[in-house]
T-cell receptor, first 119, second 109 residues
Framework: GAVVSQHPSWVICKSGTSVKIECRSL??????MFWYRQFPKQSLMLMAT?????????EQGVEKDKFLINHASLTLSTLTVTSAHPEDSSFYIC???????????????FGPGTRLTVL | GQSLEQPSEVTAVEGAIVQINCTYQ??????LSWYQQHDGGAPTFLSY????GLEETGRFSSFLSRSDSYGYLLLQELQMKDSASYFC??????????FGSGTRLLVRP
């Protein structure tokens, strides 16, 4: 199946700093990538939909100026948490879909996630 | 609005069969997916139903009834490694996935 990687897998940062998380589709081209956030023992909440070459579409309640998303190529999307605070500590997961080849539209391939801890 | 409901926890013994139900509400529906997530890990895709009926993949089967806005995941011959959280998720017209709250399955010896 298709492989999606995320980097870093975990990060600890001080309050007020910015953190960039990369999401890469390794063996396919992803026209659409999705970013989710998951707090402990809770469900995945969609934050935004990222389309290659265009602005991301944010879900209601997600601050676009705080969570900057860039999808500059068909294999890379980045999420930058700006001025991070302890309440931003969470598990951030990306997924890729809408590809040709082995992937069909009805399946999203998830990255392994990035655990962010803000002190 | 869009929402999915599933039980919060289910417990079963090794070798048994367990069914995890999911009901949903949405204005635009393209299909129901099921994902498994172990603690600390990312979700892994289990199955997808776009049409009514049963889809079988090994020990896992998934069922959908669009008229009832209802689906379920059936796990047979339970193994200890099946202990995990299971999420139903619906896909809308823009291919976004909306996840249910998750069902924590505990398999006991």
């Amino acid at each position: 199946g298709a492989v999606v990687s995320q980097h870093p897998s975990w990060v600890i940062c001080k309050s007020g700093t910015s953190v960039k998380i990369e999401c890469r589709s390794l063996d396919f081209q992803a026209t659409t990538m999705f970013w989710y956030r998951q707090f402990p023992k809770q469900s995945l909440m969609l934050m935004a939909t990222s389309n290659e070459g265009s602005k991301a579409t944010y879900e209601q309640g997600v601050e676009k100026d705080k969570f900057l998303i860039n999808h500059a190529s068909l294999t890379l999307s980045t999420l930058t948490v700006t001025s991070a605070h302890p309440e931003d500590s969470s598990f951030y997961i990306c997924s890729a879909g809408g590809t040709s080849g082995s992937s069909s539209y009805n399946e999203q391939f998830f990255g392994p996630g990035t655990r962010l801890t803000v002190l | 609005g869009q929402s999915l409901e599933q039980p919060s926890e289910v417990t079963a013994v090794e070798g048994a069969i367990v069914q995890i139900n999911c009901t949903y509400q949405t204005s635009g529906f393209y299909g129901l997916s099921w994902y498994q997530q172990h603690d600390g890990g990312a979700p892994t895709f289990l199955s997808y139903n776009a049409l009514d009926g049963l889809e079988e993949t090994g020990r896992f089967s998934s069922f959908l009834s669009r008229s009832d806005s209802y689906g379920y995941l059936l796990l047979q011959e339970l193994q200890m490694k099946d202990s995990a959280s299971y999420f139903c998720a619906m896909m809308d017209s823009s291919y976004k996935l909306i996840f249910g709250s998750g069902t924590r399955l505990l398999v006991r010896p």
